[in-house]
């Protein structure tokens, strides 16, 4: 990419020109009602590095668009799995595959969430056990979610959530979100000592984190 798209441009009562890049991969400019043109593409060519930069990244990072069809990859636990329709009794995973019955085909989505949802519940439930075990500490209750912005989530009482995507990352990534949360259990805050107590239980936390930062827009049914 070498030329900047077209921006949308968004007049108000404001004192200065801002430039935004949405996840979708549009371009807002936001100016002064009285910005002339010449003075908004001025500010636009000065931003031009930035902008392209901004615009490749944010592309790469775009949601993949789903076709539900023969050999389309689907990640489970960080694998890539190739879809497979056929005569077969219930969805599951054999070698390379993940096989789906013809006869569900009509609700494919919703079969492959709801299946999806299921195997996060009893993975996220095992490794949680696991690693409160091997950490020393408790917690009250755990809740799944489809939330955008968080992984995980501790709340004042321990209680916890996890978003159920967590089931197509790697095991290490997802033991990274559950340790992250368990941590917050005796840390309420991202002190210094709790991303010690987080780096005793998980070293490569920060790849982990860079990892979901990265890929995370491609955990998606």
């Known amino acids: 990419m070498s030329e900047i798209p077209e921006p949308k441009i968004i007049k108000s009562h404001r004192s200065s020109i801002t430039i935004q890049i949405t996840e979708n991969g549009e371009l807002i400019v936001k100016a002064p009602f009285y910005a002339p043109k010449f003075a908004i593409q001025k500010f636009i060519d000065s931003k031009k590095d930035w902008i392209l930069k901004t615009l490749e990244r944010t ?27 056929g005569k077969f009794k219930e969805i599951s995973l054999s070698r390379d595959n993940l096989n789906f019955p013809l006869g569900l085909l009509f609700r494919i989505k919703a079969e492959l ?26 917690f009250k209750s755990v809740m799944f979610s489809d939330t ?74």
């Not at 023969?70 to 799995?81: A, I, N, P, T, V």
């Not at 969430?113 to 439930?125: D, G, L, R």
């Open 113 to 138: 969430e709801n299946w999806y949802i299921k195997q996060a519940k009893k993975v996220i439930h095992e490794r949680l056990n696991y690693q409160a075990k091997q950490m020393g500490t408790n």
């Open 59 to 85: 592309k790469k990072r775009l949601p993949i668009k789903r076709e539900y069809i023969e050999d389309e990859k689907f990640l489970y636990l960080g694998k890539e799995y190739n879809l497979k329709i």
């Open 148 to 221: 955008k912005s968080k992984w995980g989530t501790c709340f004042h009482d321990n209680s916890l959530q996890f978003n159920w995507r967590l089931i197509m990352a790697p095991l290490m990534v997802m033991d990274y979100v559950i340790i992250h949360e368990l941590t917050h259990t005796t840390e309420k805050n991202h002190s210094n000592d709790f991303w010690r107590n987080v780096g005793k239980f998980t070293p490569a936390y920060k790849q982990h984190r860079k990892w979901l930062n990265e890929n995370g827009h491609l955990l998606k049914i």
